[in-house]
């Protein structure tokens, strides 16, 4: 055993669970010792025994002691603490570390009494007797030395720790597992330079790092070995540290069968004719020839400061180069079994250091609770053998495509040569919501198309591998693009973010949940539902298709990539070469090749965690980064700045704040030159940032430096700045991480960063950088009781109603839409969403209104179903009322061009709401009432003509525009303002005519249609103001509103013609739908301008029918029920109007005797509703909730009818009668109008019945009122 459990004696307030595997210090809170506990067994060499804290109190200082001790805890009288513990017990006791209660090292590693929940704490012994402790998996190094050959792990509960539990991890350690445990125990340490090595190698840092002297003299003379030769798959990896631009070639690596000791060291390792083979530029040169020419993708003349150069010798003889973690194949084979791993300092190349798993750490910045598996080597074994459930690759993929050792990268080799045949799967079934997530690392522009993720039922040893995953026909879903297909068809053609736009960093995932459904999430957003119904035993599979050329697994655990939300460039942006140098804080951490930072212990330290940009800035050169990560354990964040120093030559302080030369430093809303503030209150307070937000700097050629945050220009920080200045970013307090926005923001150049007014004088030049595709952020400046997420996409009421006013960050351009998409409501409160327009800019003021009332600049709005200036009412009853918005609801604003104010909800537009407004105008909105959160959804510019009007062409559906209805435009889509929409299949007699519109044809867009047939009857031009007609006349459609939408045949009907309509699309939001009728007042006499508003305008000689009643003029009429039995007449000479539905001929039903107007009926009618006192939608549908299949109860059955009129007959329930304030005396009768699920009722005569549950859906409430 090798002490997986705690053994059972341990301290009198010690309770032991968990198999023995959790210990836990009773009355944490009233004692602070008595909490030792020991490893079941003594320790085996190189075991790391670890434990996770798992809860601590803050009563007492102190927090948890852990070491070793010779004495058996069998026989041991056990003291109240560790540090009591006697006969060679060595103990790490917060920052330091004691042998038999005496102080040996008082500076080691990290301060165990820093520590949070969560963090992990380990030690190990050698099989030389050396003593070494482990924080969250990082070693500390060797604490001591002359331990004895049988020793027992002690963990002391002491202080703040009262719980710990021994961790998964418990294993030996990963300078044994790589270099193999028996070789390891024999001449096992770490790899060195050689102390023999070129006449100009100057050796540093325990021989581990080398530098050639005299750079700018000399290129050569730098070779040198490592100290011992290198084992059986045993990394030997080195960074480049320094380069210079003098010479031509650089750096040179490989192996050589030639000892150190006795060789001759050459000038140039490529020399040596014997036992030698070395990668040079990118071919692979033994004994001095090249035997091959073109080798891996990568050429060592073109690396960088930072990358790693790696080789390795594996058990079957083949030698292997890896660059940055990525192997480049097999360089050669039957490589000799001893061999020495060799560098030579060429050229270029000034400076390297060996870099191994515990350094790289700490150098590369991966995250501390996780080890970097980026590099292509085999992870640890905690977390592959020995974690089953970890999700990987399976070996099994296409031809092109290969897994990395770890199983967590997969990349397609020769990514330049092809395209496709790069299909991956995970090696086991997703479970349900779990997320498969991937990262994009690296990407080919020689292609077209990129990523594509899904899942499938198809296993992977089973699978016969396709050229690409959509290729598959059965069990697979796919995402692709910005569509999805479902076994090999398209099944959403606008689904999402488009995948083919993803850049390096930018992450894709995909989860099934339990009920089938499927969800895709483009760097952590979730995208929606995709499909239903899919299974659970499903398989995630990546096609590493076009542009993506590798991936690796993300775990949720890790810091996540930034969201290319932030970046505010388009797919064409260029890329700078900006990023973080190497060289950095003692508590900082640089990963991501340099393009990300951050404070790994950020619970523990809140300071020396200084960066800086990796050269100078250029002027107007603007250095952006987004903050990924904060805690909310410190005050302060973030400080960000300027120096002339350059890393190389800074001696980082604790905070930059404390360089008193040539530093300008921008912390909170002061201004620091040389640590003294010289202006206090700047525009911006950096304390104030969050998560998303975006800090940029630029020191413009007039000598000032200049700070932006999200983009906007807060104006000159401080003047004076010199040229080549390094930016600097402080990683203080709550600021944890944070990440290099890498495309190119040169202020002369169009930059992605203008300001407010540049936005505005150069709409062209914004389309050209943006691609007309704009995603809205709220401003920094809103209500204190608003809190902003999603890179301020976002915006959530953190409590109460009131005090949440938030504006978008830049005005509004003309016809740009604004749209909100209902997130999260609260019944608790009455009212809504509030949304309008303002003159008000978020930039002149400190604190945002409480209200939109209390704005003092001009603000136009919608509460309800009133549009609302300044306090007072505009408009009633403009729209449907805004109270009545469901999570999932759109609701947008925009200023067109002619200054009209326009509402849309759900993609209708409803019309002009108020005139008159300004140019500049910003979006603003109040998350008032039952309105709880909210996020900006419109990502393109809307381009419609001033007036809403549509052009009379069309063409199917694009996805140009996610807020566009049904409009058949070709080229650019006007602004979502469609409704409804009407076709003429055809006249009397013949054919149906095809009509344009999303049924017109079944083949893709942009294929050419048929000849049209030439209808026989159309619309007249002659229509109300909201109907726009195209096709020739043939269809016809309600752009704004929900009246104003009057059309009439162009020509007069004759003696028995159909005159038929199919209807197109239907708006939900709106009741009452189509009416139709005849009107015999010739539309010559009428004028456009002179139509009523709907068809129950009409005053002379016009029939219609709306819902089941006739109207004549205006008013409704009685009309009895024909007797069935009696002979109907011919219509060609009764003159009677009969309507028609879907071919069949139908007599409307009996009406009431009065003559009752609509708006009163309706209005009676919902008085009636309010007075029954129903429980609401969802107890209404609680109502009509049927017994399962298996449910044996007794229960009746619940009983429906087909038609109203037979319930109505068969109802057991008498009438309402009472007084209307309207109507006098009535009689009241409701009912339900419920849908049924398809084969879940039986028919027993006119009754219908039904016992399933679920299997009812409530569709309305149906009221009628009649006189007394």
Not at 42 to 66: C, R, T
Not at 740 to 752: A, E, F, G, I, M
Not at 1138 to 1157: H, N, Q, Y
Request: with cysteine.
């Amino acid at each position: 055993m090798w002490g997986n459990k705690f053994h059972s004696r341990c301290g009198e307030l010690i309770v032991l669970s968990n198999s023995n595997k959790t210990a836990v210090r009773s009355s944490a809170t009233h004692e602070f010792n008595h909490g030792l506990v020991f490893s079941h067994a003594p320790l085996n060499d190189y075991q790391i025994f670890e434990v996770i804290i798992e809860a601590k109190v803050n009563s007492w200082s102190g927090g948890l002691q852990i070491g070793v001790t010779p004495c058996n805890p069998a026989s041991l009288e056990l003291p109240a603490s560790a540090m009591d513990l006697r006969s060679g017990t060595w103990i790490m006791s917060g920052s330091s570390v004691s042998r038999d209660g005496r102080s040996v090292v008082e500076l080691y590693g990290s301060d165990l009494d820093q520590l949070a929940e969560g963090d992990t704490v380990g030690v190990s012994r050698s099989h030389k007797g050396e003593l070494v402790f482990y924080v969250n998996g990082s070693p500390q190094g060797i604490a001591g030395s002359g331990l004895p050959a049988q020793v027992w792990a002690v963990v002391d509960l002491y202080g703040k720790c009262s719980q710990a539990s021994i961790t998964n991890c418990n294993r030996h350690s990963e300078r044994d597992n790589r270099c193999g445990g028996a070789e390891a125990r024999s001449t096992g340490d770490r790899l060195r330079f050689h102390s023999r090595h070129g006449s100009l190698v100057l050796l540093t840092a325990q021989e581990r790092s080398a530098e050639r002297r005299r750079p700018l003299d000399e290129f050569n003379n730098g070779v040198v070995l490592t100290h011992r030769p290198l084992r059986d798959d045993e990394l030997f990896e080195i960074r480049i540290d320094r380069l210079v631009d003098k010479w031509s070639g650089s750096i040179e690596a490989g192996i050589t069968t030639h000892c150190p000791d006795t060789l001759k060291i050459p000038a140039t390792m490529t020399n040596l004719r014997t036992g030698t083979i070395m990668m040079s530029g990118s071919g692979i040169l033994t004994n001095g020839k090249g035997t091959r020419r073109e080798y891996g993708t990568f050429n060592l003349d073109e690396l960088k400061e930072g990358d790693r150069i790696a080789m390795m010798r594996r058990s079957n003889g083949t030698l292997h180069f890896f660059i940055n973690g990525l192997d480049q194949g097999v360089a050669a084979t039957n490589a000799p079994p001893t061999v020495w791993g060799v560098v030579d300092l060429y050229g270029m190349t000034v400076k390297v250091s060996i870099v191994d798993d515990s350094e790289d750490r700490v150098a590369g910045g991966a995250d501390p609770q996780l080890p970097d598996n980026s590099r292509g080597l085999p992870l640890p074994l905690s977390l592959s053998a020995a974690d089953p459930h970890l999700l990987t690759f399976h070996t099994s993929c296409g031809s092109h495509a290969a897994v990395l050792p770890d199983g967590r990268t997969a990349h397609r080799p020769n990514a330049m040569d092809d395209f496709n045949n790069g299909v991956v799967m995970t090696a086991r079934h997703l479970r349900p919501q779990e997320l498969f997530e991937v990262r994009l690392d690296k990407v080919v522009t020689k292609w077209a198309g990129s990523i594509e993720i899904g899942v499938t039922t198809h296993g992977p040893t089973d699978l016969e591998y396709p050229s690409t995953m959509t290729n598959v026909r059965s069990g697979t879903w796919m995402m692709t693009g910005n569509g999805v297909m479902h076994n090999g068809t398209a099944v959403l053609d606008d689904y999402g973010h488009n995948l083919d736009r993803l850049k390096v960093g930018d992450r894709v995932g995909v989860t099934v949940h339990e009920d089938g459904r499927l969800h895709f999430f483009v760097n952590g957003v979730d995208q929606g539902v995709a499909a239903l119904g899919v299974p659970r035993a499903v398989y995630g599979v990546v096609d590493l298709y076009g542009q993506a050329a590798q991936v690796t697994i993300v775990e949720r655990m890790r810091s996540q990539a930034p969201s290319p939300a932030a970046s505010t460039g388009s797919s064409s942006t260029l890329y700078s070469d900006l990023k973080f140098h190497q060289l950095h804080g003692r508590n900082a951490r640089v990963s991501m090749n340099g393009a990300t930072a951050s404070r790994p212990n950020a619970h523990g330290e809140f300071n020396e965690s200084i960066i800086m940009s990796n050269r100078p800035l250029r002027d107007a050169e603007v250095f952006e980064v987004i903050i990924e990560r904060m805690v909310d354990r410190w005050s302060g964040s973030i400080e960000a700045g300027v120096t002339l120093v350059p890393p190389e030559e800074l001696k980082f302080p604790r905070t930059m704040t404390d360089i008193d030369f040539d530093t300008w430093m921008i912390s909170g809303s002061a201004v620091m030159k040389d640590g003294k503030i010289i202006r206090n209150r700047y525009r911006c307070d950096l304390d104030t940032l969050g998560v998303g937000s975006r800090l940029g700097l630029a020191r413009l050629a007039d000598s000032t430096l200049h700070v932006y945050i999200n983009g906007e220009d807060q104006g000159v920080a401080c003047d004076g700045v010199p040229p080549n200045v390094y930016a600097v970013i402080d990683l203080y307090g709550q600021c944890a991480q944070v990440s290099v926005l890498n495309h190119v923001t040169r202020l002369q150049d169009n930059s992605l960063l203008c300001s407010d007014s540049q936005i505005l004088e150069s709409s062209q030049a914004l389309s050209i950088l943006l691609g007309n595709e704009i995603a809205h952020r709220f401003s920094l400046c809103c209500g204190k009781n608003v809190n902003l997420r999603n890179n301020n996409t976002t915006a959530v009421r953190l409590r109460g109603f009131s005090n949440s006013v938030i504006i978008t960050a830049a005005p509004l351009l003309p016809e740009e839409l604004l749209e909100l998409r209902i997130e999260q409501l609260c019944d608790q409160f009455a009212g809504s969403l509030r949304l309008g327009l303002t003159c008000f800019s978020p930039n002149n003021v400190g604190c945002m209104p409480s209200s939109l009332d209390q704005i003092p600049e001009h603000t136009w709005w919608v509460e309800g179903s009133e549009v609302r200036r300044a306090g007072g009412t505009v408009r009633t009853n403009y729209c449907p009322s805004l109270d009545r918005l469901r999570r999932g609801d759109r609701v947008g604003i925009r200023c067109t061009t002619d200054n009209c104010l326009r509402l849309v909800i759900n993609g209708e537009d409803m019309g002009v709401a108020a005139s008159g407004l300004p140019r500049r105008v910003w979006g603003v909105a109040e998350l008032y009432g039952r309105t709880q959160s909210v996020t900006a959804v419109s990502t393109c510019r809307s381009l419609a003509s001033p007036g809403g009007g549509l052009p009379a062409g069309g063409a199917p559906d694009s996805p140009v525009s996610v807020m566009q209805d049904s409009l058949e435009l070709g080229g650019v889509r006007p602004a979502p303002a469609a409704t409804a929409a009407a076709a003429v299949p055809g006249a009397a007699g013949g054919p149906a005519t095809p009509a344009a519109g999303p049924s017109a044809s079944s083949g893709p867009a942009g294929s050419t249609p048929p000849r049209p047939v030439e209808p026989a009857v159309r619309f007249r031009d002659c229509h109300g103001r909201n109907i726009a007609l195209s096709n020739k006349g043939c269809v016809a459609r309600r752009v704004a509103s929900y009246n104003q939408g009057l059309v009439l045949s162009a020509q007069p009907l004759r003696a028995g013609q159909l005159f038929e309509v199919r209807i197109e699309r239907l708006l939900p939001c709106w009741s009452s739908s189509l009416m139709v009728g005849v009107c015999c007042l010739g539309p010559e006499r009428e004028r456009a301008a002179s139509l009523p508003v709907s068809a129950l305008g009409l005053r002379r000689s016009a029939w219609c029918i709306a819902s089941d009643a006739v109207f004549h003029n205006g008013v409704k009429v009685s009309i009895s029920q024909s007797d069935p039995d009696q002979e109907e007449p011919d219509p060609s000479t009764a003159g009677s109007l009969r309507p028609l539905g879907t071919g069949g001929d139908r007599a409307p039903g009996e009406l009431a005797a009065a003559v009752i107007k609509n708006c009163t009926f309706q209005s009676a009618c919902l008085r009636f509703r309010s007075s029954l006192g129903l429980p609401g939608e969802l107890g209404m549908q609680a109502l009509l909730t049927g017994r399962g299949k298996d449910d044996d109860s007794g229960r009746a059955e619940l009983i429906f009818y087909p038609a109203l009129r037979q319930a109505a007959a068969a109802a057991t329930w008498p009438p309402v009668r009472y007084s209307e304030p309207s109507l006098g005396r009535v009689v009241a009768s409701a009912a339900l109008e419920v849908r049924l699920r398809p084969g879940a009722y039986t028919a027993d005569g006119p009754r219908w019945m039904v016992k399933e549950r679920a299997a009812t859906a409530l569709s309305a409430l149906l009221l009628r009122l009649e006189p007394a």
